[in-house]
Nanobody, 126 residues
Framework: QMQLVESGGRLVQAGGSLRLSCVAS????????MGWFYQAPGKAREFVAA????????YYADSVKGRFTISRDNTKNTLYLQMNSLKSEDTAVYYC???????????????????WGRGTQVTVSS
């Protein structure tokens, strides 16, 4: 089993930056593909970004491309999401997830991930 705990979410003004962290325990993240998803109230969970276990390829939703950066520190067993130029529409609960798939198509699908954290709230005020 793998446990994932997100942190770093808070209230921030539009145009500001945040860095989310996701600390894993129980398994090494180096052997998993990792992803970030967000869920706004009343909406489905949506893909934000992913990093593959093979070669470290990264993938982003069009809405965050150029603003968000996903990275991992295998020595700390931690996944990050650097969020810049935040917009009000980025307001949501952000979840990290771990899975074994490696293709872009699979990594964009929430149901392809095996382990999930409980999320951290990001609120962007305009």
């Amino acid at each position: 089993q793998m446990q994932l705990v997100e942190s770093g979410g808070r209230l921030v003004q539009a145009g500001g930056s945040l860095r989310l962290s996701c600390v894993a325990s129980g398994r090494a993240i180096s052997t998993y593909s990792m992803g970030w998803f967000y869920q706004a109230p009343g909406k489905a969970r949506e893909f934000v970004a992913a990093i593959s276990s093979i070669g470290g390829s990264t993938y982003y939703a069009d809405s965050v491309k150029g603003r968000f950066t996903i990275s991992r520190d295998n020595t700390k067993n931690t996944l990050y999401l650097q969020m810049n130029s935040l917009k009000s529409e980025d307001t949501a609960v952000y979840y990290c997830a771990a899975g074994v798939e490696v293709t872009r198509e699979a990594l964009e699908a929430a149901n392809q991930y095996r382990y999930w954290g409980r999320g951290t709230q990001v609120t962007v005020s305009s």
